[in-house]
């Protein structure tokens, strides 16, 4: 689906990939719904947008609030006129701890955000895209949602949640109007630690100089809109991803010890 005059909603437009996502698209021609849970980064994107700072409206809420998720699509048509396109980008991480460690409170928290929120917006959305000529959902995985990452065991389960759950919607809508795409982004230059409430640990500077290069979040956006506009299945971000499936399909079990090797550094002794 082109996005020239298409009107997408965006998830997490307040920052990292969502805003990058958000500031390409309307330099694009599209216009923007940007979801997030901040207030004050939704105006800043809106800011960023300069010229094209009137094709964006703002919608604040949390993704995994079903009831506010429910009342969206009849706000953005009211803001719109209709909605053609959805990416599902908001998520967050866990804390780097071991499953054994890891409060309930912070696995509920990953799984609400992450995967229920991505099935509210999905189920809120697919009525209202199914009326259109041509429409899109894209899901945002990830790397770890296809390879385990230690200290990241309850964040790579929701990832691969949406990642069988998108795959699943992929096989429902073929015969219909909605195309869709899963993505899977390796490490991105963003801030989600810091808006996931998670503690950076002391040494994570140094572990990530030894792990993988990251990607930037206009790349990614650029990669995720050309995935969109060229209906592809999957989309993956950056080398490291591609390497890690590459690898994970080549030896599950090799490319498993190979990523603890890399991210043990970052998980509590």
Avoid: W
Avoid at 8 to 17: C, D, E, K, Q, R
Avoid at 72 to 85: E, K, N, R, S, T
Wanted: hydrophobic share 45%; proline share 4%; aromatic share 6%.
């Amino acid at each position: 689906m082109k996005v020239l005059n298409k009107i997408i909603v965006v998830t997490g437009a307040g920052s990292g990939m969502g805003r990058a996502l958000t500031l390409a698209l309307v330099k694009k021609g599209a216009r923007v719904a940007g979801v997030d849970i901040h207030e004050n980064t939704l105006k800043e994107t809106v800011e960023l947008a300069g010229q094209h700072r009137d094709k964006i409206s703002i919608h604040v809420l949390n993704v995994s609030d079903r009831q506010a998720v429910n009342a969206l699509p009849d706000q953005v048509i009211a803001a719109h006129g209709a909605v053609d396109g959805l990416i599902n980008n908001a998520g967050i991480i866990q804390p780097f701890l071991r499953l054994n460690d890891l409060e309930y409170a912070a696995i509920e928290r990953v799984l609400n955000v992450n995967l229920y929120g991505v099935i509210y917006m999905t189920k809120a959305f697919l009525p209202h895209l199914q009326k259109r000529p041509a429409a899109h959902i894209v899901n945002v995985s990830s790397m770890g949602g296809f390879f385990p990452v230690p200290g990241q065991t309850l964040y790579g389960a929701s990832k691969a949640g949406v990642k069988l759950l998108t795959e699943g919607l992929y096989s429902e809508l073929l015969e219909t109007n909605v195309h869709v795409t899963v993505v899977f982004p390796g490490a991105i230059a963003t801030n989600i630690t810091q808006n996931s409430g998670v503690p950076i640990p002391s040494n994570a500077a140094s572990e990530s100089s030894q792990s993988f290069p990251t990607t930037s979040a206009d790349d990614a956006a650029e990669t995720i809109i050309k995935g969109m506009e060229r209906d592809q299945f999957q989309v993956y971000i950056g080398n490291d991803a591609k390497l890690m499936n590459f690898l994970y399909r080549l030896s599950p079990k090799r490319a498993t010890q190979f990523m603890y090797n890399r991210m043990k550094g970052l998980l509590p002794q």
